[in-house]
């Protein structure tokens, strides 16, 4: 079992940024790759960051750029740097851990931009 927390989401104003963690525990070990998924309302949940146990991340075509997805092995944390936001930008935002047989959420929080 993998536990997943998410902080860091908030209100910020178009331009701003935020940057979210996600803090790991449990059988961290088996992990291969953790990443970042949004859902804004009335949409599907889809992919914003990735990076793997080697460090190989991978990014949305539409946060190219603003965003980076970094990890800090010693801390068990995984982080989503956001730069110049913008209101299409919120939505809920998952933490998202992948072993070889299980796929793992935490439970979201909440970005929103202002314009």
């Known amino acids: 079992q993998v536990q997943l927390v998410e902080s860091g989401g908030g209100l910020v104003q178009a331009g701003g940024s935020l940057r979210l963690s996600c803090a790991a525990s449990?059988?961290?070990?088996?992990?291969?790759?953790m990443g970042w998924y949004r859902q804004a309302p009335g949409k599907q949940r889809e992919l914003v960051a990735t990076i793997t146990s080697g460090g190989s991340t991978n990014y949305a075509d539409s946060v190219k750029g603003r965003c980076t997805i970094s990890r800090d092995n010693a801390k068990n944390t995984v982080y989503l740097q956001m730069n110049s936001l913008k209101p299409e930008d919120t939505a809920v935002y998952y933490c998202?851990?992948?072993?070889?047989?299980?796929?793992?959420w935490g439970q979201g929080t909440q970005v929103t931009v202002s314009s």
């Open positions: 998202n851990a992948k072993t070889s047989r299980w796929v793992y």
């Open positions: 449990g059988s961290i070990f088996s992990i291969n790759a």
